[in-house]
Each structure stands twice: as structure tokens, then as C-alpha cells.
């Protein structure tokens, strides 16, 4: 794809790389966006910063070294010490000499080689990806869809989407009680899901299943996860259309935010990983000592009461 020419030029929102070890006269200029492209200089300031810094502090030394030779070979009269005096001043001539010569040969060759330019980064249209906790299971035991719903709540309890996340009064207190377990180990619970309505799971099933919805099984879409089909197109059919399961991601607090140890792309990679992540599986002993069981192909899917076959 390329960049208008005419399109406009801006400076964009940055944050400025932070240095372990400051470079004298090294200061970051501004990133710049022309059209869909972003120009960073940041890597090319900091390296020609850090060759100009190496070629005064080498000519310091060189001539420092000169010096100390150019004394030694004074003092060296009538006692044979002229010729170490020597080697140290051409040393010192020739290692100066060999660092300003990389310079010469790299232009010699090819003065692009010479140049440090910004990094270019092209902008990617965004598209939806993968939401935490989207997918579950065909084979389950049907139950009706109850009428009270409501929120787990707590100081560790994170709820990005509430209208989402709804769950029977049993399971928010579950969910409530294992958090408060949880906090003592500085941990939090993002809740990413919880009763879904029949049109978001159908919208689901469309988004993740190679069937319509209704079918007897999900045949999964590459990359996406395993989701209820919706058997017979019966709420009571799929545990997130009845209330009973709840999608939930073990947190750790950053900076008075809470967030997920682990991504649901990461355990879609590598499920053993998830279930073995130290965070994660705090989080599902925590749930099963509440009465939850979690599915076997999901390390973030819980429900209670169980419904589905391979939910342990």
C-alpha cells in the first residue's frame, strides 16, 4: 500500500524511550505519521548518539595513551624503554585511525550503510479478534434459563461488559466467595461472560462454526474456539444461554489495573500452557473448591451446575 504524497503530516502521541544508562546530547525527536504510515527515528538517534559518543571517548583515550607514550618516551632516554614508548603511541594512532576508518569503508561501499534511518511502520486496519471467553462445548444437559440474574461483585472483581456478565444468584455468590479467597493472594477475577441471549449465541455460532446453528455439532472455523450450537436452537441447550457458566480470566493488578495473566489467544496456542499458568490455575482451584467445574478444552469456562460432558 502506498503513502499519499499530499497527505497530511502529524505528530503523534508518544512516550519517550527511558535510558538505563543517558547518553550525553541524545534527544528523541518526535515520531511522525504521513498517511498510513508512522516514521520512528528512536533506534537511529540512539546508535548515532551512542558512535559519536564512542569516537570522543576513543580520541580522548588515544590522545591520553599518546601522551603517556610521548612521556615514557622522554624519560626513556639512556635507559632502552624508547621502543615500548613507541608501540604504545602507534597502538593508540592505529586503534583511533581503525574506528574512524569503519566509517570510510562502510561510505566506500555503500554510503546507505552510513545511514541511519527512522523505522518506517505501517498502520494495519484493525478487525475483530478472538473476545475472552467466547466458545463452549455441543454435548450438555439441558436447563431452563432462570429468572434471577445479576453481577458478582467485589473489590477484585472486575466486570468489563455487566450486561454480559449476568449469572445466577448461586453462582455469584460462588463467584464472590472465591474472590474473596483470591484477594489475600493479590489476585482479581475478570469476568468475561456469563448468560448470553439466544441472538448472541447464534451471532457466535455464525462467527466461529463452519454450521448453522441449531446443527448437532460445531464444526470450528480455523483459529476459532468451540462453541454451543445451539441444538435444536432450545436456550436450554447451551450453558451460557442458561445462566450456569461463566467465563472468567485469573488478574493481577498493574498500576491499579487489573489484568488477565493470561490471553485467550495464548491457550487457544497452547491449552497444557494455560492450565499449567500459575495465575490461571490458582483461579480454577479457587472456583472448584466453590462447587464450579471447568471444561476441559476451556481453562476459562466454569459452570454451576455442571452441563456439560467434559466439564471437570
Not at 49 to 62: H, N, P
Not at 225 to 242: A, R, V
Not at 281 to 308: D, N, Y
Request: with cysteine.
Amino acid at each position: 500500500m502506498q503513502t499519499d504524497p499530499n497527505a497530511e503530516i502529524k505528530i503523534v502521541p508518544y512516550q519517550t524511550p527511558q535510558l538505563a544508562v543517558p547518553i550525553p546530547g541524545l534527544s528523541f525527536s518526535e515520531p511522525l505519521r504521513k498517511g498510513n504510515k508512522l516514521s520512528i527515528d528512536f533506534i537511529g538517534e540512539y546508535f548515532s548518539s551512542v558512535y559519536q559518543w564512542l569516537i570522543g571517548a576513543s580520541l580522548t583515550i588515544a590522545i591520553v595513551m599518546v601522551m603517556i607514550g610521548g612521556l615514557q618516551y622522554v624519560l626513556s632516554a639512556g635507559r632502552g624503554d624508547a621502543g615500548e614508548a613507541k608501540t604504545r603511541i602507534s597502538n593508540a594512532v592505529i586503534g583511533f585511525v581503525l574506528l574512524l576508518g569503519t566509517y570510510a569503508i562502510l561510505y566506500t561501499v555503500n554510503p546507505e550503510l552510513t545511514l541511519l534511518r527512522p523505522v518506517i511502520v505501517q498502520q494495519v486496519a484493525s478487525a475483530p479478534g478472538l473476545p475472552f471467553g467466547e466458545g463452549e462445548e455441543n454435548s450438555i444437559s439441558g436447563l431452563a434459563p432462570p429468572a434471577d440474574l445479576r453481577n458478582a461483585a467485589g473489590a477484585n472483581i472486575l466486570n468489563p461488559k455487566p450486561a454480559g456478565s449476568l449469572i445466577t444468584q448461586e453462582a455469584a455468590q460462588a463467584v464472590e466467595q472465591a474472590a474473596g479467597n483470591l484477594n489475600g493472594k493479590n489476585y482479581g477475577l475478570y469476568i468475561s461472560s456469563g448468560f448470553r441471549s439466544v441472538e448472541k449465541q447464534i451471532a457466535l455460532i455464525r462467527q466461529n462454526c463452519q454450521n448453522e446453528p441449531g446443527s448437532a455439532t460445531c464444526n470450528r472455523k480455523p483459529n476459532r474456539p468451540s462453541t454451543c450450537i445451539l441444538k435444536n436452537l432450545d436456550p436450554k441447550n447451551c450453558p451460557h444461554t442458561t445462566a450456569r457458566a461463566v467465563d472468567i480470566w485469573a488478574a493481577e493488578k498493574y498500576e491499579d489495573k487489573w489484568i488477565p495473566c493470561i490471553s485467550q489467544k495464548e491457550c487457544l496456542g497452547d491449552l497444557s500452557a494455560c492450565f499449567a499458568n500459575a495465575c490461571q490455575a490458582t483461579l480454577i482451584a479457587e472456583m472448584k473448591a466453590q462447587g464450579f467445574c471447568v471444561l476441559s478444552s476451556e481453562p476459562w469456562h466454569f459452570e454451576k451446575p455442571k452441563m456439560s460432558t467434559t466439564c471437570k
